[in-house]
């Protein structure tokens, strides 16, 4: 029960464009977006919705309502981060926008299966979703595609630091493989990794990073924190 928004490189990608799963620098960009939004993590830790994952006290049923109105995310998301894709110049972030898509993509085609729903048009998302969705869809429209890669790691970092303040889970807690299976950062390293690498060569401005960061964090709190209102 991995994120299922995460972005999965593996060793030959990482290779090929040159990426580091180590943690980036602690003055990097990535950090400065994190520190800025720790309060903001926290509240998302102490959400009812993560606390029973802990706990494994968490209703199914409504840890799938969380994941179908999470599909409607998903759905338009792979279309974003194709678009995102098509603007950028930037052979890594080319590739990486490209995995995103690539992984909305192939999550995107176990619905009909799992849940007997084949897109977005049959799915009633909360005002919280429908307004992250929109929010991505403004970024990768309107901003440099770097920003496009900025909004995905709130997402990308934010599932890994909460599964590794849930860890170790109890052996029989129902939600043991979500915790274990999300407590990778790597990938969100990675990317971390290439926004260094990245500002080496071209500017970017930090204060509408963070701002963009904050708002995508936000909207993935607010996410847990009406998981169980839907």
Not at 47 to 75: H, M, R, W
Request: net charge negative; hydrophobic share 35%.
């Amino acid at each position: 029960m991995r994120n299922n928004r995460a972005t999965l490189l593996d060793q030959t990608f990482l290779t090929e464009h040159k990426l580091s799963t180590a943690p980036p620098p602690a003055d990097s960009l990535f950090w400065n977006m994190w520190n800025a939004c720790q309060e903001i993590a926290d509240k998302a830790l102490n959400t009812q919705f993560i606390q029973e994952i802990k706990s494994g006290t968490l209703n199914p049923v409504d840890y799938g309502g969380f994941n179908i109105n999470d599909a409607y995310y998903c759905f338009n998301g792979a279309q974003d981060y194709l678009t995102a894709m098509n603007r950028a110049s930037n052979p890594t972030l080319k590739a990486l926008l490209f995995k995103k898509y690539h992984s909305y993509q192939k999550y995107n085609e176990t619905f009909p299966k799992t849940w007997h729903i084949k897109d977005a048009k049959g799915i009633v998302p909360n005002e919280v979703c429908k307004q992250y969705s929109q929010f991505e869809s403004m970024v990768v429209s309107h901003q440099d595609p770097i920003y496009a890669l900025i909004v995905m790691i709130p997402c990308e970092y934010l599932w890994a630091w909460l599964a590794e303040q849930l860890a170790p889970p109890s052996s029989k807690n129902l939600y043991a493989s979500w915790i274990t299976a999300n407590n990778d950062p790597g990938g969100a390293y990675a990317m971390g990794d290439f926004l260094s690498d990245y500002q080496k060569e071209k500017p970017i401005d930090e204060k509408l990073a963070t701002q963009l960061y904050t708002e995508a964090i936000t909207y993935e709190y607010q996410n847990f924190n009406t998981a169980l209102n839907s």
